[in-house]
């Protein structure tokens, strides 16, 4: 029972998850930015993993076994949890994040108008 919610949150909550983060992602920070992208990697390996054992013929899971119930089940899920860890710690190793007023000024915000002399 476990398995199969595993198997629905990897399948369905995650991306809108992720969908959800990744609407307002310009004004994050860095690292921010590194984990979400790290989190879509990690969910899209996951997802071509499974998509690859789903389509092996029913002969190669005979027996059933341990393996099939991660790859098939937890795959997505752990591979969006991998990607976002993975990224979160690379991030910890880089030197910090600007200051807000030395980042450079996004397309959104405004330019400021210039006098003429």
């Known amino acids: 029972m476990l398995d199969r919610i595993a198997l629905l949150i990897g399948l369905f909550v995650v991306p809108i998850v992720l969908l959800r983060l990744g609407d307002s992602l310009r004004k994050k920070t ?3 930015r590194r984990v979400f992208w790290g989190a879509v990697i990690g969910h899209s ?3 071509v993993v499974t998509f690859f054992a789903a389509m ?3 002969i190669g899971w005979h027996g059933g076994g341990p393996a099939r119930i991660v790859v098939v089940h937890w795959a997505m899920l752990v591979g969006a949890a991998a990607g ?3 990224a979160l710690l690379g991030s910890r190793a880089t030197e910090p994040e600007p200051e ?7 397309r959104r915000e ?5 006098e003429a002399d």
């Not at 807000?100 to 996004?106: G, I, N």
């Not at 405004?110 to 210039?114: E, H, I, L, N, T």
Request: hydrophobic residues 40%.
């Open 30 to 32: 860095m690292r921010r």
């Open 45 to 47: 390996t996951g997802m």
């Open 56 to 58: 092996l013929p029913p």
């Open 84 to 86: 976002a860890a993975v």
């Open 100 to 106: 807000p007023s030395q980042r450079p000024a996004s």
């Open 110 to 114: 405004p330019a400021v108008a210039r």
